[in-house]
């Protein structure tokens, strides 16, 4: 009896402390001496909802839209944030940038790993500079005369030999990302160096999207100590161009020679270092997933790699078997650019943008306060039926449409708000009447690059690299999935025992 006392005795103060420690941590961060805090719940002291996000991913977003609307506090990954799901609030945050008070807000793990002359973490000058070498790197003019020759030449021999074989495309796809980036950033071609630096840079990746703890065996310290390495093999290569004086045809030869000229800021070696790692890093993830998934929706999709491969096959009738495609070529493939985007908007590849808040920000009549974040969460977006209909379904042929999105008046009528109640917010943005056609890539609320003055730099770059990936795969063979291959979409797009594929020749 003594014992079942207590025993309850336990359970009750437990319930009392646990109690406690959430009320503490709503008044914690709900007290404010002006405005007021968008509705939530903070969870946890220091791990706050961190758990439940991780767990729940998608379905925590929406349990909370339900409860509280399309913008809402909570506390994820160590700080107090606010999640905006409205289309428009979104997009006039990435519009607004620094003059509204939001610079880049991505969780201390990213920051310390990617380096802090990252472009992604930068701000004000610094990110002009960095941001201006970094376009430089992939403008039309050297995507056209360089990149691409590259690209085709190492696709063409990237996807030999697969005919009769059984494929992991998602291995294939993430070797193929991480070769092409270090061929055409450091002339990198497979062997004994790329081996060490893919090692380096798969333990980096998992380090970003790690809680920051610092101990021997955690994902943080691994990918921390793999950082270190990729910048000493850097700090090396560098200092082999410098006393070889000899001319790369590379992006690092282009960093280093940036601003000799006068017409642009000369960036110094740990710049060029953190610019390289960041190019690696960007690309590596949304590329091969990209690709990956693209094979995957056009298996299941007879129709759509029907069309898509016709589009290719036309352009090859022109051409000699060994002779690479040009960038004009690339800029006809209509089809396989809008299978791209569908493919980035139906797998939704990046859930969100995160900014943080460097003064008092107001918001729809709240007001959020300095040193938070603000996950503009575009995932829901990619999933509006509004702007998309049916959007579940694999459908590239939206993206040659014309829609209506230019001179966009929204409004909201009587009858909208109870529909958009019903979905659990306050606001829906629908289209007047009077407004011109326009293809959906022009639409105010594609985001599936961000926007603003950080829209992706290396989109078009990306969007080459995959259609040139798909050009040779589709004309050169035909494949069905192998096996039962598991897909999971949150925190990050992948297939946990593989995607597989029996390849044969078309």
């Known amino acids: 009896m003594a014992l079942l006392l207590v025993l309850v005795g336990v359970v009750v103060g437990v319930v009392l402390a646990s109690s406690l420690l959430l009320r503490w941590n709503e008044v914690r961060y709900g007290r404010r001496k002006e405005g007021r805090l968008p509705p939530g719940t903070m969870g946890w002291p220091l791990f706050g909802e961190t758990t439940e996000f991780l767990k729940q991913g ?5 349990q909370r839209r339900l409860r509280y609307g399309r913008l809402f506090r909570t506390h994820i990954l160590g700080c107090p944030t606010v999640v905006c799901m409205d289309p428009e609030l979104n997009r006039r945050m990435l519009l607004q940038g620094e003059a509204g008070g939001l610079v880049p807000g991505y969780p201390q793990s990213m920051l310390d790993i990617l380096g802090r002359n990252n472009i992604a973490a930068v701000h004000g000058q610094l990110h002009r ?15 056209r005369q360089s990149l691409l020759p590259k690209i085709d030449a190492f696709m063409r021999d990237h996807l030999c030999g697969w005919a009769g074989t059984v494929v992991d495309v998602q ?20 062997g004994p160096l790329s081996d060490a630096l893919k090692t380096e840079l798969y333990t980096l990746v998992l380090g970003t999207i790690s809680l920051p703890i610092n101990l021997p065996g955690t994902s943080y310290y691994q990918g921390f100590q793999a950082r270190k390495k990729l910048v000493s093999i850097l700090e090396q290569m560098i200092a082999e161009r410098r006393s070889s004086g ?3 045809d590379d992006m690092l030869d282009a960093l280093l020679r940036s601003g000799d000229d006068g017409t642009r800021e000369k960036i110094s070696d740990e710049q060029i270092i953190d610019l390289l790692i960041a190019l690696i890093y960007s690309g590596y993830e949304t590329m091969s997933t990209t690709s990956m998934m693209a094979v995957k929706y056009l298996s299941e999709h007879p129709r759509a790699l029907e069309e898509l491969r016709r589009e290719h096959l036309d352009i090859r009738k022109g051409k000699s078997p060994d002779e690479a495609i040009s960038y004009d070529d690339v800029k006809s493939m209509t089809f396989t650019r809008a299978a791209i985007f569908e493919t980035l908007r139906l797998a939704t590849v990046v859930n969100g943008l995160l900014r ?12 959020i306060p300095k040193g938070w974040r603000i996950y503009v969460y575009t995932r829901e977006i990619n999933y509006d039926p509004f702007m998309y209909p049916d959007p579940m379904t694999f459908n590239p042929w939206r993206w040659l449409v014309s829609r209506r999105a230019e001179n966009i008046n929204y409004h909201q009528s009587t009858s909208t708000r109870a529909y958009h109640h019903s979905r659990g917010s306050s606001n829906l943005f629908l289209p ?21 003055g950080r829209m992706c730099p290396g989109k078009e770059v990306g969007t080459v690299e995959i259609t040139t990936f798909l050009h040779y795969f589709v004309t050169r063979y035909r494949w069905e999935e192998e096996g039962k291959n598991t897909i999971l979409k949150f925190p990050r797009v992948e297939a946990p025992n593989g995607l597989h594929i029996r390849v044969q020749d078309y």
């Open 58 to 62: 998608p379905s925590f977003m929406k």
């Open 432 to 452: 007047t009447k009077n407004v011109q056609e326009k293809n959906m890539e022009s639409h105010p609320h594609f985001m599936l690059f961000g926007g603003g």
């Open 171 to 190: 291995a294939k796809t993430k070797e193929m990302a991480l070769l092409s980036a270090l061929r055409q950033i450091a002339g990198v071609t497979a």
């Open 356 to 367: 943080k808040t460097i003064k008092d920000v107001e918001m729809n009549g709240y007001v």
């Open 246 to 248: 000899d001319a790369h």
């Open 129 to 143: 500079v960095m941001r201006g070498a970094m376009v430089g790197l992939v403008r039309p003019a050297a995507l």
